[in-house]
């Protein structure tokens, strides 16, 4: 949704500039997820800060090269939505680890987590008056609700859950490409309000055909 904030903050001609860069910047949260899954396989005293140092190494090393490489309307889209659909079925063969119900989210938990998403949001809308427009397009797509609910996953229970919620992410990444690109041919032409509206509807309605699809040729369960 920050494709939203951009445009009314920045008006519909900066989000179509911007709008492919997205996309390029999912291959990032990619990045940022296998790099926080890779991690987890380490055990020890500072786990979880060794875990963010390599998510964010991962993201910003695949963020800063993309964002010297034009996307394509066309190949961009099909890139990244490939390289999701890989990471889906090879993670749909990873074990689930369930997570402790006795545990219980406290509040402190979901106070945590509502300041750092809105304190991420924050920072990504404010990105157009401070970088060009490739590094805010890239940046627009960072994991600022996955973020803090893989900590708090992480903290209070353990590596083990983190790396289920992390799992199953690309699944529905993969939807983000097909509502960036609605939103690239969209608000242009038809305005924010049915852009956004057309852009949801078409991303929900590729997940569903998306999981029919693995399901019925058995690459999920």
Do not use: W
């Amino acid at each position: 949704m920050t494709l939203l904030f951009f445009a009314i903050e920045n008006g519909v001609d900066y989000v179509t500039k911007v709008a492919l860069y997205n996309i390029h910047g999912l291959f990032a949260a990619l990045a940022f997820s296998i790099g926080y899954y890779i991690s987890t396989f380490y055990k020890g005293k500072f786990e979880i800060f060794l875990s963010l140092l390599i998510s964010f190494i991962s993201y910003l090393i695949i963020a800063f090269i993309l964002a010297n490489i034009p996307p394509h309307v066309v190949l961009t889209p099909l890139i990244v939505i490939t390289l999701m659909l890989i990471a889906t079925i090879y993670f749909a063969k990873k074990e689930n680890f369930l997570i402790d119900k006795k545990i219980k989210t406290s509040i402190s938990d979901i106070f945590f987590r509502s300041l750092l998403t809105i304190s991420i949001f924050l920072i990504i809308s404010s990105l157009p008056k401070y970088v060009p427009s490739n590094i805010a397009g890239i940046f627009s797509s960072f994991p600022t609700i996955l973020l803090p609910l893989m900590l708090i996953i992480h903290f209070r229970h353990s590596r083990f859950q983190a790396r289920t919620i992390i799992k199953n992410t690309p699944y529905g990444l993969s939807s983000v490409v097909i509502y960036s690109l609605v939103v690239y041919f969209s608000y242009e032409r038809i305005g924010i309000v049915y852009g956004t509206m057309i852009a949801l509807f078409c991303s929900v309605l590729y997940v569903i055909i998306q999981g029919k699809a693995l399901r019925f040729f058995k690459l999920i369960k």
